[in-house]
């Protein structure tokens, strides 16, 4: 599947920014099943310096400055991506997740070793009531995929989905107590049941494909970011999971980043010098070029 995306911020502002300096994350990494064929940015005002790179986790970066006085920012990524199906293990039979824990000790190769940065509590993932909540999928012996997916269903049936309750800084335990939140949430959330149990478990921010109702036709910009999380089966790698909507993510995610948690990810983090209060929209459109796109 080959998709266009289309990634729009406006940040308005009350009093003038005289310089700004802004990271981000908005080019999508390539990955096994995930080709970036194009990506180009536009910045208004244009910054006096663009620099891209790599940050620790390896995903791409830009960094930006901006010294001339300005009321509001314009960022808009524009990505062209090609996604194949991943490749899922059978649930069943993968390793045991104790011995999953164990084998981040006892063998200290590359990939466990990479792995095993992501099995600590982070700023975002700190929970008291994420090991109690996730014993009850991790029985004795169970193999770590299939439990790892009991979970995903579990907080799918048990949180609800509503936008506007939470914001980036509430706690994991807030959201276990008032049992509602948004995506970000819930994929903190099963980062930290994981990670209480000793497993490794990365945040994964991206897009996911949305289809209007029926009878509706879709609207341009009416896409959203999303994200879920990443967990490590030896011998397969990391396998995706989306605890929003209680699945296996397939060809219709999109990864941008992925990191410890959504600190690491964010898609525009920066500094400035004026402004005052700012408003923020934003505007997503995942674009499937099968829906009339023009082949590069």
């Given at each position: 599947m080959i998709y266009d995306i289309s990634h729009r911020t406006t940040v308005s502002y009350a009093s003038p920014v005289t310089i700004s300096q802004q990271l981000l994350h908005l080019a999508p990494r390539a990955t096994p099943n995930q080709i970036l064929r194009n990506f180009s940015l536009l910045v208004?005002?244009?910054?006096?310096?663009?620099?891209?790179?790599?940050?620790?986790?390896?995903?791409?970066?830009?960094?930006?400055?901006?010294?001339?006085?300005?009321?509001?920012?314009?960022?808009?990524?524009?990505?062209?991506?090609?996604?194949?199906?991943?490749s899922i293990p059978n649930p069943s039979d993968t390793m045991a997740w104790e011995r999953v824990r164990a084998t981040l000790v006892d063998s200290p190769d590359a990939q466990s070793l990479d792995a095993h940065q992501f099995a600590f509590d982070s700023a975002f993932t700190t929970s008291r009531e994420a090991f109690d909540y996730a014993r009850a999928s991790f029985q004795t012996g169970r193999p770590v995929l299939e439990a790892a997916i009991d979970l995903t269903s579990r907080i799918f049936g048990d949180f609800k989905y509503e936008g506007g309750v939470t914001d980036i800084n509430t706690p994991v335990d807030k959201v276990f107590a008032d049992r509602r939140g948004v995506c970000q949430d819930f994929a903190h959330l099963q980062i930290a049941c994981l990670r209480a149990l000793g497993l490794p478990a990365r945040y994964v921010s991206g897009y996911l494909r949305t289809h209007p109702l029926e009878g509706q036709e879709r609207r341009i910009g009416a896409d959203a970011s999303h994200a879920w999380l990443s967990i490590w089966v030896p011998e397969a790698g990391w396998i995706d999971l989306d605890p929003t909507n209680d699945m296996i993510p397939r060809d219709e995610h999109i990864t941008i980043a992925w990191g410890r948690d959504y600190g690491d990810v964010s898609p525009i983090n920066g500094m400035m010098i004026g402004g005052g209060d700012q408003r923020v929209e934003v505007a997503v459109d995942v674009r499937p070029l099968s829906e009339g796109a023009r082949e590069i």
């Open positions: 208004e005002p244009a910054p006096t310096a663009s620099t891209d790179g790599v940050d620790f986790f390896g995903n791409p970066t830009t960094y930006l400055t901006l010294d001339e006085a300005h009321e509001r920012l314009t960022i808009v990524a524009s990505s062209r991506m090609e996604i194949s199906l991943p």
